[in-house]
């Protein structure tokens, strides 16, 4: 179901984080499982930062490049540069189109590039890498690559480099998956419910607090991306929406409010403690009734009289 | 005792030996070495370096730590020779903001600083750090921070039980100019400060080439290189006592920023049993081992949350002195919660050393929860209300299930992860 031109634009704000991703650079983690796949999601973002005119790279280890260039049309696929590494992983035919030191050694290559410009390096996947590769040494060049373009001293500005990387949640257990995701700065965790596919982007810029944000959308036959307003409203994750809230102050016997006189004459009345002017001067002057106050007083069978000596044994 | 001898032959009584030893300027107790000229200056002669201050409690040497709560917190400030280890919040936002407080601390002291990282160049680190409020405008901004958090409806609470409006919301010692002061999170520091001051950067990517093969050893290649660059510094410049052409002694701050990270080499965070799992706690023991024969002071933020083996944690804890946890509430249920509006998340003190002492210097205050105010990083007590609805409890009591699920250690395997099997 797409929604008009015009409402589409009204939202655009809103729904723009989905495309602004590759605008933001660095690395994009893409996680994915197997009800939601996510290799069409990457495939529509190829395609719309090679229509935007970067340069594209991909690293293939996954599947074979005919099947990542299936469905997209002869112009984006010659912007695309692609490694393969899916044919002949351990370079045991020693062709000279192999390159050398492997996908990491292709990803430093593609940063020690002369030309500026913006380039989009995708990763498919990040799975394969991860379990060919230690975590560690996979981390370092990661974050090598995605912070190139902040390093001063160079003599021509390099550009922005975007890394989108495919990650299969359920290959990994919680500390490659944990290490990664700190090291994204944006992070897509696919989902979705009833055959609509949705996206939770989490932003995390450097000094500020990470925004985070759900996105449904699908991917046309043409891998162009299509977003949508989702099958529902968001709703309040931690409120449980069968209970509604329930004002205990309602059916009592007893009348907890405050009228408006009552809360004013609350407001003005002086407490016992609080030492005013007119408190001191009550204090100061003498009471009229305090002359003609008497103490009555009827001893007991059992009171003493004598205070000083409480047995009576005193014998004087 | 030739002078005993002649207030002896004098007279008997004590009033006139004391009359004829003040007359004769001379004691039976003779001070070695030149008499100070002044008046006071009677003790020991105390080592005086800027920025530091003896404690009260036990005669360690301190220095601030950036922030007076934080000091205040820690029984005066940070003792040279220890580390302190901050445990990273889950987004890493609140953490370089301790660290840069205390860097900042450093400059504005004249401290030697070394700074080391993985993540970013030191140099852009210390580009960063906060502006110092000068004594004058400190107060003023403070109190006007101050100010600004107290609603008009906490007045009206306050009627009644009217003295406890006059309480401090948290007692903070008397800041000199001296020792601690307040920085302005929103500015930065300027640059002549930045230029004046005596710095050493490591930045790991350009100490280590990266196709160096790595042989297997008990210490990553990144820790030894940060050990030896260390260890350098401290002999080169003198802060163990090696250089005696030392004119002033001087402090040296280390600060070290995301240490465990897989940036650093260590796979602590990526597996729960790896290679070299014992390689940050060497690093932590013979660093220690450094500090505590040189005047210097380090701060360690560490992304804990990352760390797959819970008694890796455990260990790394032990072999710190201080060691404090920042847990933020973003993206936790706690950020919706009432409770906790007004802050941005809780302070957990999980260590506090002793130091030539049998007890350490705790606080009372327990629960303390921080606030990033505009300009200042505070520090305030936590206050629970009592227990007196169904919801209160059962909330107070989720938090108390999860934080032991944390902290227990368990036995090998079934340290890993949050999830432990109940019996």
Redesign the interface.
């Known amino acids: 179901v797409t929604l008009s031109e015009g409402a589409r634009a009204g939202i655009g704000r809103e729904l723009g984080m989905l495309d602004s991703l590759l605008s933001l650079g660095g690395l994009v983690l893409l996680r994915d499982s197997v009800e939601w796949e996510g290799r069409s999601l990457l495939k529509a973002l190829v395609k719309k930062s090679a229509l935007c005119g970067e340069q594209v790279h991909i690293l293939g280890c996954e599947v074979s490049e005919e099947e990542f260039r299936e469905g997209f049309d002869s112009d984006i696929n010659n912007r695309l540069v692609y490694h393969d590494f899916f044919r002949d992983p351990l370079n045991w035919s020693k062709t000279e189109e192999a390159l050398p030191g492997g996908p990491l050694g292709a990803l430093r290559a593609i940063c020690k590039r002369t030309d500026p410009g913006p380039v989009t390096i995708a990763l498919d996947s990040l799975s394969w890498l991860l379990l060919h590769l230690p975590c560690t040494t996979l981390c370092q060049a990661l974050h090598a690559v995605s912070h190139q373009d902040a390093c001063p001293g160079d003599s021509s500005p390099v550009g922005k480099v975007s890394v989108l990387g495919l990650l299969h949640e359920e290959l990994h257990g919680p500390g490659p998956v944990g290490a990664l995701s700190s090291l994204a700065q944006t992070e897509v965790t696919l989902g979705g419910t009833k055959g609509q596919a949705s996206a939770h982007i989490l932003c995390r810029r450097p000094r500020q607090r990470p925004t985070d944000q759900t996105q449904w959308f699908s991917i046309l036959p043409d891998f162009s991306l299509d977003l949508q307003e989702g099958p529902s409203v968001e709703s309040q994750p931690y409120s449980d929406p069968h209970i509604p809230p329930v004002d205990p102050t309602t059916h009592l016997t007893f009348n907890l409010h405050l009228s408006k006189k009552e809360r004013e004459a609350k407001d003005s009345l002086i407490l016992p403690f609080q030492f005013s002017s007119e408190k001191q001067q009550a204090l100061l002057r003498p009471r009229p009734g305090q002359a003609t106050s008497h103490i009555f007083y009827e001893p007991d069978a059992y009171d003493d009289l004598d205070q000083e000596d409480p047995d009576d044994d005193l014998d004087i | 005792m030739a002078a005993v001898a002649t207030c002896g032959s004098g007279a008997g009584t004590t009033g006139s030996a004391v009359a004829t030893a003040s007359k004769s300027n001379v004691t039976s107790f003779q001070r070695r070495g030149p008499r100070a000229s002044g008046t006071n200056d009677s003790g020991p002669r105390l080592v005086s370096i800027a920025g530091t201050r003896p404690s009260v409690r036990n005669g360690q040497l301190l220095v601030s730590t950036g922030l007076p709560a934080l000091d205040q917190l820690l029984g005066g400030g940070l003792a040279i020779g220890t580390v302190l280890l901050i445990e990273e919040d889950k987004?890493?936002?609140y953490s370089?903001l301790l660290f840069k407080c205390f860097l900042a601390e450093g400059i504005v002291n004249g401290h030697t600083l070394l700074v080391a990282s993985?993540?970013?160049?030191p140099a852009?680190i210390l580009q960063e750090l906060p502006a110092p409020l000068l004594d004058d405008n400190s107060k003023k901004e403070f109190d006007e921070d101050v100010y600004n958090h107290k609603t008009p409806e906490s007045n009206i609470k306050m009627?009644?039980a009217?003295r406890y409006q006059l309480l401090p919301k948290m007692e903070i010692g008397p800041v000199s100019s001296r020792f601690g002061h307040y920085y302005d999170a929103s500015k930065r520091i300027p640059q002549e400060l930045i230029e004046a001051s005596n710095w050493h950067g490591f930045f790991l990517?350009e100490k280590i080439s990266?196709?160096l093969k790595v042989e297997p050893c008990s210490l990553t290649p990144g820790y030894i290189k940060l050990l030896q660059f260390i260890q350098n510094i401290i002999y080169e410049e003198g802060f163990d006592g090696s250089n005696p052409q030392k004119k002033q002694r001087n402090v040296l701050r280390i600060g070290i920023q995301n240490l465990g990270?897989?940036?650093w080499?260590?796979?602590i965070?990526?597996?729960?049993n790896g290679s070299n799992s014992h390689s940050l706690t060497k690093f932590l023991y013979v660093l220690r081992g450094l500090l505590r024969t040189s005047l210097s002071a380090c701060i360690i933020t560490m992304?804990t949350?990352?760390i797959?083996n819970k008694t890796i944690i455990a260990r790394v804890t032990n072999l710190s002195d201080t060691v404090i946890g920042l847990e933020s509430f973003?993206?936790s249920?706690r950020e919706?919660n009432p409770l906790y509006k007004d802050y941005h998340g809780l302070i957990h003190i999980r260590q506090i050393p002793r130091l030539n002492n049998l007890i350490c210097d705790e606080s009372d205050v327990k629960d303390l929860a921080f606030k990033l105010k505009r300009k200042l990083f505070t520090i305030e007590r936590l206050h629970l209300p009592p227990d007196l609805s169904d919801t209160v409890s059962r909330s107070s009591k989720q938090d108390l299930a999860e934080s032991t699920k944390r902290l227990g250690p368990g036995c090998g395997m079934m340290a890993g992860?949050k999830k432990h099997l109940d019996f």
């Open positions: 987004y890493n936002i370089p993985a993540t970013e160049d852009n009627k009644i009217w990517p990266s196709t990270s897989p940036l080499g260590d796979d965070c990526c597996a729960e992304p949350h990352l797959q973003i993206g249920e919706t992860g």
